[in-house]
């Protein structure tokens, strides 16, 4: 059959649909997994029997299956956008497996859902779920439209689907029309919001152009602060003596980012600057911004209000913080962060945490016997660095 010229929705073109050995970008998380560690029987003959299928497939096991499943399990199919009330069990009990059988982007107020799921669930239940994610949408769309269209309609569809929704204004609109059906997601922020609904992510692969996660109830859903998704993110970071400031930059990650370092930093390795290598956090955008330095523009802010200096160790994430030693800890916290960190003065960069810490001790020993002179001689070292050697970032 010829391929449509124009497909009536590219998103469910069948043609052109992306096969089994579809990979999506960064999709190197948990992508093996011992079905033995699988605690809950009908998830594990899940995985076993039908993981690898095509979604239809699936969806079709679980009802074929559904009167077979014990009484902990819960298929649950979804028809009002995800809005509808999840039943509860006769005798008050919580389940230990819920199935969702819609996926995640085309469910309404996700977090709600998501958190929601959570409080039905005991302690180490799991989630099992799936998404069509922004790079399958991607790539539907290039192969249904001539070359040049495509671009042209992703154009299109990126601003619709991603941008409207995350702007105060336009977000009122895009709901108004859509009603929250057929949303695009990228694969991180799927994972950001299971874990801001108090999920840990056990499992994840894409098979047929579907991203699917099996996740598991580690602890309650996420209620302090509100996940942003603006052009300016505010990150909580261990400032002077402990105390946690807000440091602002330009986003350079996709939305929900913030909730996946642990899980990152499970699967990830540090680099020389002491960020996760190749963190596929970072968007498009995000990786320009920080080769040129303009992420950091906005942490000028924190140091007219104080909080921050020009030179000093990097503002540290709370999680991050509390991968360093008790003693590199105190000794961090005597000053302020800055926004040129000693790592770049190095002409070496550590590629391990011990040399990283190392690498700080060395700047902040220095720096509390003689702070001007530390400064000025780092300041120069790291634009050197920086514009001889082409540091960047990160």
């Not at 995640?104 to 989630?127: C, K, P, Q």
């Not at 069509?132 to 070359?147: D, F, G, L, N």
């Not at 990650?253 to 596929?280: A, C, I, N, P, W």
Request: with cysteine; charged share 30%.
């Amino acid at each position: 059959m010829r391929k449509p010229l124009f497909p009536l929705d590219p998103i469910k073109a069948r043609y052109y649909y992306p096969g089994k050995n579809f990979t999506e970008t960064g999709s190197e998380g948990c992508d093996k997994l011992d079905p033995e560690t699988i605690e809950d029987e009908d998830v594990k003959r899940m995985f076993l029997e039908v993981e690898t299928e095509p979604i239809k497939q699936v969806y079709r096991w679980m009802m074929d299956h559904r009167d077979d499943f014990a009484p902990t399990t819960l298929v649950l199919g979804l028809k009002n956008n995800g809005r509808d009330p999840i039943p509860e069990r006769e005798n008050g009990e919580l389940y230990h497996a819920i199935l969702v059988q819609r996926p995640l982007h085309t469910v309404y107020e996700l977090d709600i859902f998501l958190a929601n799921v959570n409080r039905h669930l005991s302690e180490g239940g799991y989630l099992v779920c799936n998404c069509r994610t922004s790079s399958v949408k991607k790539a539907v769309i290039y192969r249904s439209y001539p070359r040049g269209i495509n671009r042209l309609y992703y154009g299109f569809h990126y601003v619709w689907h991603r941008v409207f929704p995350k702007i105060k204004g336009l977000k009122n609109i895009y709901f108004a029309v859509t009603k929250g059906r057929n949303r695009t997601f990228h694969r991180v922020e799927i994972l950001g919001r299971l874990y801001h609904a108090g999920f840990e992510v056990v499992y994840e692969s894409t098979a047929h152009g579907e991203f699917r996660v099996i996740a598991r109830k580690a602890k309650d859903p996420i209620t302090e602060g509100t996940p942003s998704s603006s052009p300016i993110a505010k990150l909580e970071r261990v400032g002077k003596n402990g105390k946690i400031i807000t440091v602002y930059k330009f986003r350079t990650m996709y939305s929900y980012s913030e909730y996946l370092q642990e899980y990152v930093y499970e699967h990830r390795r540090l680099d020389k600057t002491g960020k996760f290598y190749h963190d596929y956090r970072v968007n498009t955008m995000g990786a320009l911004l920080r080769k040129t330095w303009l992420d950091e523009l906005p942490m000028v802010v924190n140091m007219l209000k104080g909080e921050m200096k020009l030179v000093g160790v990097r503002p540290l994430s709370r999680q991050f913080f509390s991968l360093y030693t008790p003693e590199m800890q105190e000794l961090r916290t005597k000053t302020k962060p800055g926004l040129l960190p000693p790592l770049y003065y190095e002409k070496v960069q550590p590629d391990t945490l011990e040399g990283i810490q190392e690498s700080e001790r060395r700047y902040l020993e220095a720096y509390l016997k003689h702070p001007l002179r530390t400064d000025w001689k780092y300041f120069w070292g790291i634009l050197g660095n920086i514009f001889l050697n082409h540091k960047h970032s990160h």
